[in-house]
């Protein structure tokens, strides 16, 4: 039976809750009305209902160009990101090597440093290299910031894993790498999607790595809706911002149908 002080501590936290909810979904929802909006300057609750924005948007090809360069570094960093975390994660976890807390430190660490001072020490040892400010220098810039996150969410995955399940594998006569693909990676496959879709989306909203590394011809869809708005500020905006959260969106609705949010949650426990 419930008492009275546990209801009320339960009624406490279910308003808690929905109150960081609230905070929480209120701008993006703000952002989204906004972006309708038939006046020429941003004004909400919107007036009248009108894609003109985001017609405008997509009718300028230099920003359908940056969404392309911001998507393609996405995906590839975040795939590159992956190849690279998950065998690390394996060796931190599986392997009796001195210096796995270093390794682990060193990979986890771009969590901690500022990502503008990343992106500085990124431009001036591609400038030394004499690939600064090109694609290339951009993906190895993505592939540092996003590679902890993949690898965190591994390792939380692998924390967990009953390695008796490779052992029984390979008594049956699989080898390493059938073990590998047959039992253990679907097994830690939520984690590395998890940390795949936080890659992808710190890649695709990233500014302060992206703006040392960019050029007129090579700017990444935030940098230039960063450089847009030191000038105008106009529901085009946004359209573009709202755009970005689409995005997102899509991506936890594609998380969702093929591993399930639950699966995910569940790895970080």
């Known amino acids: 039976m419930i008492t009275f002080p546990e209801r009320i501590g339960r009624i406490l936290l279910t308003a808690v809750v929905w109150v960081g909810f609230i905070f929480l979904t209120l701008p993006l929802i703000i952002i989204v009305a ?10 909400f609750p919107p007036v009248g209902f009108t894609l003109r924005w985001y017609e405008q948007f997509l009718a300028d090809t230099s920003y359908l160009e940056s969404i392309g360069l911001s998507a393609s570094i996405a995906i590839v960093s975040t795939a590159i990101a992956t190849l690279i975390g998950v065998p690390t994660a394996l060796v931190i976890t599986r392997s009796s090597l001195p210096g796995r807390e270093l390794v682990s430190t060193i990979f986890l660490s771009p969590l901690i440093l500022p990502t503008i001072v990343v992106g500085a020490a990124l431009l001036q040892y591609a400038s030394a ?12 810039g993505h592939v540092v910031i996003i590679v902890p996150y993949i690898l965190r969410t591994v390792l ?7 390695q008796s399940l490779e052992e029984a594998s390979q008594d049956l006569g699989a080898n390493g790498v059938a073990t590998f693909f047959l039992v253990t990676l679907p097994i830690i496959k939520p984690g590395i999607v998890a940390g795949a879709l936080f890659a992808l989306i710190i890649s695709w909203i990233n500014v302060e790595l992206s703006i040392f590394n960019s050029t007129a ?3 990444p869809l935030p940098v230039k809706l960063f450089n847009y708005v030191q000038y105008a500020v106009d529901p085009m905006m946004a359209a573009i911002s709202a755009a970005t959260i689409y995005v997102a969106i899509v991506a936890v609705v594609v998380l969702d149908i093929f591993v399930g949010i639950d699966r995910v949650a569940a790895t970080q426990k």
């Open 156 to 162: 939380a995955s692998l924390e967990r894993f009953d």
């Open 217 to 219: 011809s090579l700017m």
């Open 129 to 140: 290299l004499g690939f600064a400010r090109s694609y290339l220098a951009l993906l190895i």
């Open 34 to 43: 906004v972006s309708f909006t038939e006046t020429e300057y941003l004004s």
